[in-house]
């Protein structure tokens, strides 16, 4: 397993950067895999994730998302409203995580993997 964790993680930063913030077409989806409880951080590209829905004249977003602690499938969807709030949001398999949950349960998260 810890072959495939270095496989998959690599030498990439735990948490997004600021500067990544920054980025006007960058958002940014917390979740929690609903598995084996890894926290996710997803950078969703506003001009090509998001799409319109003509109908109601509002935005949303659907994304698989998968997990690289034990490969589940989590499939997001979100509605934004016209103001571009998030209106609904679903995720199955997992669950939401707000950036301070996300961080707080990232912390904890690599606490015990190193600990192993
Ligand atoms: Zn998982």
């Not at 969703?44 to 004249?57: A, F, G, V, W």
């Not at 998968?66 to 709030?85: I, P, W």
């Not at 950036?99 to 904890?108: G, P, S, V």
């Amino acid at each position: 397993m810890s072959f495939l964790r270095k496989l998959f993680t690599g030498g990439n930063p735990s948490l997004p950067k600021a500067s990544d913030h920054a980025d006007p077409n960058a958002w940014w989806l917390y979740v929690q895999c609903g598995k084996c409880g890894a926290p996710l951080a997803i950078r969703i590209d506003l001009r090509n994730d998001i799409s319109t829905d003509y109908e109601t004249n509002g935005r949303y977003l659907r994304k698989e998302i998968m997990d690289s602690a034990c490969f589940q499938l989590m499939y997001a969807e979100v509605r934004f409203d016209s103001n571009g709030k998030v209106a609904q949001q679903t995720l199955e398999r997992g669950k939401f995580l707000d950036r301070a949950e996300y961080e707080t349960i990232k912390t904890a998260w690599d606490a015990q993997k190193s600990a192993k």
